[in-house]
């Protein structure tokens, strides 16, 4: 009880602009003499945007007796921002933090290291309850407590309830585990390189979607990484150092500089390109940061996103490419995309990837819908954007929907009863202990 008075009152505060405007325009403080304002707040949030009132007596039935006017206020209220949800009448850092509240704790398995089974057998000997593999995102949005779950899309991804805090817990600190938002997690998942293939990750820092790679890889095969902020490579080589990553040569150098033609990279099939975006996507946002960037500003990104692009696509051995940004804009999305197909003609296409996916790219262009988009509301996560490119032409093999990672790392038997514990295998893996 004192915790879902904690969570009432903090949900109060930061709605309180919003239910002062309410409590003024249904005049309830006036009609109320003996009504404290912080508990009229209180009741109101409740009443409104709450799960109903819990509490009994004379104060339930004072709201009550005002709910029509409060709700016919609050409709007002709605109809002159121009908006149809109660979160976007609050202030976008507040808002922000609604959307926040929405994201859940994914923590992927570094494969590199460990196993999902060994991993999953360690958290229920720290008290978490494992509920198997999920069905829906309804089922991962419905997460509470100390319980987790295995990604329905992605097979080595753990999902915990929003705001779990894993930063000290020894897994993470050791590098058994990565804490990586689930759709940070799908550009090296679609790119699905095989194991010996040469990879570029063109913008890599701060290096979680690299050792993504090398994972996919199993440490065989060549990335070169590039970033050209040198405190920023620093900060990915000691992730992928404690990650156990090896076989990646990573250089402080700006991708645009990087010559396709160099016998070096004459062997690269695959590339990830996750490059500098507005970063519109990130539901938390560090202060100073811009929330909504001028119309100026999206087309210099833009224009910098797409002379990246076109640039990864004149590697000679290139077969698939992923692009991604953290960006909900279409501006840096579909329209860099489509920009860049058009320069490139029929030499490459878009793959419809991940087709189980539920979130699909904006009607820019035929065949957009190829492209995956991700946000809190649809899909738990932070704003994404992901679209899969493959060399198409004369001759070329017909592209396929899956990731050479997905079809050769099959997603592990679901269990047939909740937190049953899963069979063990023969492993070579450090075990985790």
């Known amino acids: ?18 239910l002062e405007k309410l409590l003024d325009g249904a005049a309830l403080l006036q009609a109320e003499k003996k009504l404290q304002p912080h508990l009229a707040k209180v009741l109101v949030y409740d009443l409104l945007f709450g799960k109903g009132l819990k509490c009994g007596g004379r104060w339930k039935a004072l709201a009550r007796r005002h709910r029509a006017r409060l709700e016919a206020e609050l409709a007002r209220l709605k109809v002159r921002h121009k908006v149809s949800r109660n979160e976007d009448l609050l202030a976008p850092a507040q808002a922000a933090s609604a959307a926040a509240s929405q994201v859940l704790r994914y923590v992927r398995v570094n494969t590199l290291k460990t196993c999902v089974d060994d991993v999953i057998d360690f958290f229920k000997r720290q008290g978490y309850s494992y509920l198997g593999k999920a069905a829906s995102v309804e089922e991962l949005r419905a997460l509470s407590g100390k319980k987790f779950l295995l990604d329905l899309h ?98 402080q150098q700006d991708f645009l500089t990087v010559d396709p033609g160099d016998p070096k990279y004459s062997r690269v099939t695959h590339i990830l390109l996750d490059p500098s975006c507005s970063g519109s996507g990130m539901v938390t946002r560090g202060p100073g940061e811009e929330v909504a960037p001028s119309a100026e500003r999206l ?62 790219g904006l009607d820019a262009f035929p065949g957009a819908e190829s492209c995956l988009r991700a946000s ?30 997905a079809e050769k790392n099959p997603q592990p038997r679901e269990e047939t009863e909740a937190g049953a514990a899963p069979k063990k295998k023969k492993r070579k893996k450090q075990r985790v202990k």
């Open 376 to 405: 809190p509301a649809e899909t738990l996560t932070h704003g994404f954007f992901v679209a899969v490119l493959e060399r198409g032409g004369q001759g070329a093999d017909a592209p396929s929907s899956l990731p050479v990672a």
């Open 154 to 251: 992605l097979p080595e991804l753990l999902v915990f309830p929003p705001q779990t805090d894993l930063h000290d817990n020894v897994l993470y600190t050791s590098g058994h585990i990565i804490l990586q938002d689930k759709a940070s997690c799908l550009p090296a998942f679609l790119l699905g390189p095989a194991a010996g293939s040469h990879v570029i990750d063109a913008c890599a820092a701060p290096g979680n979607k690299t050792s993504h790679l090398a994972a996919i890889l199993r440490n065989k095969g060549q990335i070169f990484a590039f970033d050209v902020d040198p405190k920023r490579v620093a900060t990915t080589n000691t992730l992928l150092a404690r990650a156990g990553v090896t076989g990646c040569q990573l250089a």
């Open 299 to 360: 087309q210099a990104l833009a224009g910098f996103q797409r002379r990246v692009l076109s640039h990864a696509l004149n590697f000679p051995a290139l077969r698939r490419l992923v692009y991604s940004t953290c960006s909900v804009h279409r501006e840096e999305n579909e329209d860099v995309v489509q920009a860049v197909l058009q320069e490139w003609g029929s030499t490459f296409r878009l793959v419809n990837a991940l087709p189980c996916w539920p979130c699909r």
């Open 1 to 18: 009880h004192v915790r879902q008075l904690y969570a009432l009152v903090s949900e109060t505060l930061r709605y309180a602009p919003v």
